[in-house]
Nanobody
Framework: QVQLVESGGGLVQAGGSLRLSCAAS????????MAWYRQAPGKQRELVAH???????NYADSVKGRFTISRDNAKNTVYLQMNSLKPDDTAVYYC??????????????WGQGTQVTVSS
């Protein structure tokens, strides 16, 4: 089985920065794409950033130029560096991984979520 553990959320003033981390562990053959999503109260979950196993990235328009997604394949870890944070970035952030299991099947796994609150 596979689990994703997130860390790095917290309270920050507008204009500040945070870095989120998400580490995958368990029995895996390969991790394909990894991504960060977020969900604000009363809103649908939205894709924030996406990264392939080879490092190609995509971002939501609302975070382009401010957020950077990266990964360390040796550590099975994905990061989200968030700069110039705005109050509208306040949400619970979830990591996601598309995993090829030892059986050869694929499965999406989700982290537990980490709260990011931007004040001012």
């Amino acid at each position: 089985q596979v689990q994703l553990v997130e860390s790095g959320g917290g309270l920050v003033q507008a204009g500040g920065s945070l870095r989120l981390s998400c580490a995958a562990s368990g029995s895996m053959f390969y991790i394909n794409a990894m991504a960060w999503y977020r969900q604000a109260p009363g809103k649908q979950r939205e894709l924030v950033a996406h990264i392939t196993s080879r490092g190609s990235t995509n971002y939501a328009d609302s975070v382009k130029g401010r957020f950077t997604i990266s990964r360390d394949n040796a550590k099975n870890t994905v990061y989200l560096q968030m700069n110039s944070l705005k109050p509208d970035d306040t949400a619970v952030y979830y990591c996601n991984a598309d995993v090829i299991l030892l059986s050869g099947t694929t499965h999406d796994y989700w982290g537990q979520g980490t709260q990011v609150t931007v004040s001012s």
